[in-house]
């Protein structure tokens, strides 16, 4: 079964409103955990890494205040899109470190679409 | 200059021809390599991580071996189930995030 899990599965959000996207790590806890968004016949691009009880490091040309990130507990970390734009449609898929083994460990993606 | 270069893009195969995929890697220092299969829709399936050149790993009918500058992902006699996006994806010793190749479609044909 899933070790992973993300919420919602799908999306559909107006333009202008803010849309929260949650990812679980289950049976373990993830002190690390990453955000990737993939846009069709791409492979994915990493956001951020989110880190419990810290604040996330973004990659070059992600913009932050666009999309927050909050990892407030060892199993849960969630994305939010801010004032969200068709160009922001797109899949988003979170992935969970399991700290013994090295394991990353991927959600089943969630699949935004601004309207 | 990408950072993970996987080939081929596409490969299309008979049931039971076996092939291998590439994943050729420029990094400073790994700390390790993994292979994802992802379906259409869905997000990334664990398969391997591979630590040191020499290293192999199987399951089933994959098998992925390292060396210093790539990675194979061998395929034995594949089945159509098998057909899939199989992504590699990098990870340095500066951090865990993994930087991932472009993949390869795998379409397994009965």
């Known amino acids: 079964g899933a070790v992973v899990s993300q919420h919602p599965s799908w999306v559909i959000c107006k333009s202008g409103t803010s849309v929260k996207i949650e990812c679980r790590s289950l049976d373990f806890q993830a002190t690390t955990m990453f955000w990737y968004r993939q846009f069709p016949k791409q492979s994915l691009m990493l956001m951020a890494t989110s880190n419990e009880g810290s604040k996330a490091t973004y990659e070059q040309g992600v913009e932050k205040d666009k999309f927050l990130i909050n990892h407030a507990s060892l199993t849960l970390s969630t994305l939010t899109v801010t004032s969200a734009h068709p160009e922001d449609s797109s899949f988003y898929i979170c992935?969970?470190?399991?700290?013994?083994?090295?394991?990353?460990?991927f959600g089943e993606g969630s699949w935004l679409t601004v309207v | 200059e990408d950072q993970v270069t996987q080939s081929p893009e596409a490969l299309r195969l008979q049931e039971g021809e076996s092939s291998s995929l590439n994943c050729s890697y420029t990094?400073?220092?790994?700390?390790?390599l993994f292979w994802y299969r992802q379906d259409p829709g869905k997000g990334p399936e664990f398969l391997f991580t591979?630590?040191?050149a020499g290293e192999e790993k199987e399951k089933e009918r994959l098998k992925a071996t390292l060396t210093k500058k790539e990675s194979f992902l061998h395929i034995t006699a594949p089945k159509p189930e098998d057909s899939a996006t199989y992504l590699c994806a990098v990870q340095e010793h500066s951090g865990y995030a993994l930087n991932f190749g472009k993949g390869t479609s795998l379409l397994v044909t009965p």
């Open positions: 992935s969970a470190r399991l700290v013994s083994g090295n394991t990353i460990y």
């Open positions: 990094v400073s220092g790994l700390r390790g």
């Open positions: 591979l630590y040191s």
